[in-house]
Structures are given as structure tokens and as C-alpha cells.
């Protein structure tokens, strides 16, 4: 039929995380400094403890910035540089080398593990369970700053969320930040479906509905955390991780 647009059964949720499925932000520590040098000694156990002390002084500084804009929100607009740069730019400054593989090595490192800071928010891993129940595959798509997807395995596997997760990708691995389209086409090809065959599950407008919308996505926009949006161009909008299960089941139903 002219001008009837038959939407074709979905595949794959691309999964926001910060907003979506945890809180916005979490708190900095005072013992962040102690658990970023234990962790970094340990992926350069080639350095005597003053290079380490050093080295990780040089990093924690040059991205105090960064950390505080986090602690207040994961979609921060303070403009600092890449984790990578930072990172290469400590090591040359400590003398060392700083090749691709050192670098990720100590990116890494610098992600201190979330599950003792924060819980999924309510609903997420249900979320997830139903997604899969669906037949969908859960493909995570993040925005974030030291984290790769090696790193986010570990967290999600210490929060339990990981056996309901099928891909991840972050905008480290992307090499660009949403709402740049490189993410959500990295997570679309890791989840092996078409954009026709993705929603996009996410807490903000412009990183998340509005690049699923220009790629032919579906989106659900979700504000478990965040106040009730004025308004959205999503498919759906969801107050609550339920809610958007519901959501998505009926738009299954519809397709
Ligand atoms: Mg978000």
C-alpha cells in the first residue's frame, strides 16, 4: 500500500547506560588516588614504586577536571581531552613509553570499578531479562571516558548484569562520543542487524533519540533518573525501566 510504512520486527536494543541503566553520576572517594595506584602498579609491574608514584600522580592530576564533571554527571560538557591522550601524555611526560598497548593497559586501570559505588537503577536488570524474553539481543551503547568494553565487562559481571548482555560498546572503542553516529553503528553491527531492526533505549534527546532517529532507528526515551521530559521525538517515552518493557512489548506487537 502507497504511503503505508510496515515497520519490520526488531532485533537488537542498543542499551544508553549512565541515566538508563545506572544513575546519572557517582560519588568521587577520598581512597580513588590509593585504588588507581594499586591498580596501575599492578599493569606496569616493570616500574620501581617512585616511577608508579610518579606516573600516577601526573595522571590523577591532568585529569582531576574530568573526574569532579563526572561526579556531578555522566554527560558532562566540560571539554578536556581524550582518556587516551591524557594517558600518552603522562607516560611520555614519566619517560615511558607510550605505545597503543600501554595506553589501554593503563585507561584501564584508571576505571575503578563501579559495583561498590552504585546499584543498577530499578528495573535494569528486569529490563534486560525481558528484553531477551522478547527475543532481542541486548547490545550496550555508552558514552565514557576511561572505560572500553573489556573495562564495562567487569563491571556489569560485578553487578550482576552481565548474562543479559549480549555486545558492548563504548565510545572509546568508537573512537567518537554520541551523538556521533559511530557508536550506535559499531553496537548495530556487533548486535548483526540492520538500523531498521534496532531501538534505541536512552536517557537524552540529543545523544540518543535524535542520532537513532537520523540513522532509521526506533527509540524509546527513558527518564528512570532524570525529570519528565517536556518533550520527545522518540517512539515511546518511559518514567521507568518496567514501563519501558512494556513499552517495547507493544511495539512488537504492532510490527
Ligand atoms: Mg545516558
Not at 542499551?15 to 553520576?25: A, E, K, M, Q, R
Not at 576511561?146 to 567487569?154: P, V
Not at 558492548?168 to 556521533?180: E, F, M, Q, R
Not at 531501538?199 to 526515551?221: H, S, Y
Request: glycine share 6%; aromatic share 4%.
Amino acid at each position: 500500500m502507497i504511503g503505508t510504512r510496515v515497520n519490520l520486527p526488531l532485533e537488537v536494543a542498543l542499551i544508553d547506560v549512565g541515566g538508563t541503566l545506572w544513575p546519572n553520576s557517582w560519588p568521587l572517594r577520598q581512597t580513588d588516588g590509593d585504588g588507581r595506584h594499586r591498580r596501575v602498579a599492578s599493569a606496569m609491574r616493570n616500574l620501581t614504586p617512585a616511577a608508579v608514584e610518579a606516573l600516577v600522580a601526573d595522571l590523577i592530576q591532568s585529569s582531576r577536571i574530568g573526574d569532579a564533571a563526572r561526579s556531578v554527571n555522566t554527560e558532562h560538557t566540560v571539554k578536556i581531552p581524550p582518556a587516551e591522550v591524557i594517558v600518552a601524555t603522562s607516560l611520555s611526560r614519566q619517560g615511558l613509553p607510550s605505545d597503543a598497548e600501554t595506553v589501554g593497559r593503563i585507561r584501564r586501570a584508571m576505571a575503578l570499578p563501579v559495583a561498590d559505588r552504585l546499584k543498577p537503577l530499578p528495573g535494569a536488570v528486569e529490563l534486560l531479562a525481558n528484553i531477551h524474553a522478547l527475543g532481542l539481543r541486548n547490545v550496550i551503547a555508552s558514552n565514557t571516558y576511561w572505560r572500553d568494553a573489556q573495562s564495562y565487562w567487569e563491571d556489569f559481571r560485578l553487578l550482576g548484569m552481565a548474562d543479559h548482555v549480549d555486545a558492548i560498546v563504548t565510545s572509546v572503542d568508537a573512537g567518537h562520543l554520541k551523538p556521533h553516529p559511530a557508536v550506535f553503528e559499531m553496537a548495530m553491527r556487533a548486535g548483526g542487524a540492520p538500523a531498521d531492526r534496532c531501538v534505541v533505549i536512552g536517557n537524552k534527546e540529543t545523544n540518543d533519540i535524535e542520532p537513532a532517529l537520523a540513522l532509521g532507528m526506533r527509540a524509546i526515551l527513558v527518564h528512570p533518573d532524570d525529570p519528565t521530559p517536556v518533550s520527545s521525538r522518540a517512539h515511546a517515552v518511559a518514567p521507568d525501566l518496567w514501563a519501558c518493557a512494556s513499552v517495547l512489548k507493544a511495539m512488537l506487537a504492532a510490527s
